[in-house]
């Protein structure tokens, strides 16, 4: 499968855990980008790497959140103190980043976050 | 920052009808819009999308059409099947040359279509 991949693709915990979720991109996709999506609703925008550097990051990120892409290949978000707010779909998106413009981004599959 | 609404909520039509999907910005530097289908527990799914440059854009049974004076974006289906049936979602972006890297998505709140047979 050579599309966005996400893992794990379900994941419960109790409020005050952490938790990490992975992101491996398309593989000559230069730009990765963090979504949360609850019912109802369209994505939002969390934060976006171009290669390893991460350029933005949205005021729903809060200080729980971090998000990494060590070498500008996989990634991971990770959310510690987890509260039941924090119940939402993540979704992953990779675009290929080659020039200037607005690019087509591709979505994962998700990971479904359940906090108890 | 931008804002996207996206009417209607749901629309249900005839299998073999057409669907019309809108949306409205606020944001006059967006130039990329995208349209997405997500079916029940799935991935979104880019299905189309255009840019600022051009005022309409025709894929099969999908076309999109953009209004830069009156920021608004319509997405039609035509010719409707079952399989069609899922949540739309429009969304727009200003492009990385104004950003300096990435377009981040602002999405609508999503469109449920459903083709009855």
């Known amino acids: 499968d050579t599309g966005v991949s996400q893992n794990p693709r379900h994941k419960i915990t109790k409020r005050g855990q952490n938790v990490t979720f992975r992101c491996d991109p398309i593989?000559?996709?230069?730009?990765l980008y963090w979504y949360r999506q609850t019912l109802g609703q369209g994505p939002e925008f969390l934060t976006y790497?171009?290669?390893?550097?991460?350029?933005?990051k949205s005021r729903l990120l809060s200080d729980r959140f971090s998000a990494e892409r060590p070498k500008g290949s996989f990634s991971t978000l990770e959310i510690q103190r987890t509260e039941q707010g924090d119940s939402a779909m993540y979704l992953c998106?990779?675009?290929?980043?080659?020039?200037?413009?607005?690019?087509?981004?591709?979505f994962g599959p998700g990971t479904r976050l359940t906090v108890t | 920052g931008e804002n996207v609404e996206q009417h209607p909520s749901t629309l249900s039509v005839q299998e073999g009808d057409s669907a019309v999907i809108k949306c409205t910005y606020s944001?006059?530097?967006?130039?990329?819009f995208p349209w997405y289908k997500q079916e029940l527990g799935k991935r979104p799914q880019l299905i189309i999308d255009?840019?600022?440059?051009?005022g309409e854009k025709k894929d099969q049974r999908i076309a999109v059409t953009l209004n830069k004076t009156a920021k608004h974006f319509s997405l039609h289906i035509t010719e409707t099947q079952p399989e069609d049936s899922a949540v739309y979602f429009c969304?727009?972006?200003?492009?990385?040359?104004?950003?300096?890297?990435?377009?981040?998505?602002?999405f609508g709140t999503g469109t449920q279509l459903k083709v009855e047979l």
């Open positions: 998106a990779s675009s290929l980043g080659a020039s200037g413009r607005a690019d087509e981004q591709y």
């Open positions: 593989s000559e996709h230069n730009r």
């Open positions: 790497f171009q290669n390893e550097a991460q350029l933005e």
């Open positions: 944001d006059s530097a967006s130039n990329y």
């Open positions: 255009i840019r600022s440059n051009v």
């Open positions: 969304a727009a972006s200003i492009g990385a040359l104004l950003t300096g890297g990435g377009n981040k998505l602002t």
